[in-house]
């Protein structure tokens, strides 16, 4: 069994240019030892040694990740990594977007705290004091509980001091989104390729790594449908966000003869062949969706005159989704034309998308209340009321036996007749 090796760190001078730090340490595999080194930069980058260890710490730790009981962060968090953040556990898009949480954030503010030093509220003061929005300190909390829970499950600690930190995830702006008129707008200033990817994404809501994944053999006409069977992130292709995503999805009679005429257009229309292909790279990758956002379809936005709105691919979601809505679609055909795993998430797309809907209904009231006012003050008086000048008089023969000294005289009040 390997042993606990804190390695050497060594400053090694080169024949030409600056000195490098360089860390050494050997791995044990069948019995047999391999010695291994790493270069962690020049005296330039690491001026002092102690800011070479300081580099290599995380490092350290992922070389006794099997040795001993993790006892600091840092060694907390390399085994989380070689053990949760795996492909057969997690999606592409998660593992790489925790790895950035974890390394650019985490790992340098806690990574030599030993895990029994964290506490709650200096995690909780340290999240409101970073320059991020609500939702991204959302997820760095949900991260670091994650890796304590990972700790939990291993019996290393018996608490999470992230539990109880308090970390809001308010959306700092509500989502814009196209209703139809402006969408319809949109899609006349596209070309057949993009038309026919935007289309398909506002009609369905897909996702854009669904999106740019699909093949022909998706598409199935018969049944009116496309099946969304994987993801595409970043060129590496996986499995979908969750088990929901997977569900076929309906499409309209408009939306198969658009992918009908783009099909015939297409040079890469065989069954295997992408449905949006880089035509740079002859069809064996799909088309980068950020580029053809910025080139294209946000140019496309300002000569259809729709302008003071931030409009991303998940825009098309969010729209689906607000639509819906102002459609009458019920909580669950909404979840599953959405494929929302938690119809919790629907739910909050849907009282968010309702604010039109509120703002008419309103005004509804108001104009009845207006109305109802037009109505009163138009209508004639009724006649005085022949009792009430009598109770009134009685009143005031009477007042002077049970008025308070300092209260005003009420002698003088003039009669006042009741319509």
Known sequence: MSRFQQGSLLK??????????VFRWYDETSGKRTYKKRNLGTV??????RDAEQAVADFRANINVEVRVPIT?????????????????????????????????IAPKWGEKWLSDVRTVEVEEWLHSLPYAPATKSKIRNIMSAVFNHAIRYEWTH???ITKVRASSKRLREPDVLTPGEFSALVEELPLRVKAMV?????????RSELV?????????????????????RGRFGDTKTEASRKPVPLHTSVIECLDVWRKESRYNGEDDFLFPSVRNEGRTPVTPDMILKKIIRPALVRAKITGKRIGWHSFRHSLATNLRAAGADLKTAQELLRHANSRITLDI??????????????????????????????PSPAPSRREPHLLEGRKKGAGDSQHPSAPSRATTDLVTVP
Not at 12 to 21: A, N, T
Not at 82 to 99: G, N
Not at 213 to 232: E, F, G, K
Request: aromatic letters at 6%; charged letters at 25%.
């Open 12 to 21: 090694q001078k080169r024949k030409s240019g600056p000195d490098v730090w």
């Open 73 to 105: 962060v840092s060694e907390l968090i390399a085994h989380y990594r070689k053990h949760e953040l795996t492909e057969d556990k997690k999606a592409f898009a998660t593992i790489a977007s925790t790895s950035i949480y974890l390394t650019n954030h």
């Open 213 to 233: 994944a699909l093949t022909w053999r998706d598409v199935d006409p018969l049944l009116m449908q496309i099946n969304v069977l994987r993801s595409c992130v």
């Open 350 to 379: 849907y009282t968010r998308a309702i604010s039109a809907n509120k703002r008419e209904a309103n005004n509804k009231v108001m104009e009845m209340v207006i109305e109802a006012s037009k109505t009163r003050l138009s209508a």
């Open 44 to 49: 330039k980058d690491l001026p002092s040694r």
């Open 199 to 207: 289309i398909l994404a506002g009609s369905t809501g897909l996702r």
């Open 159 to 161: 608490r999470n001091p």
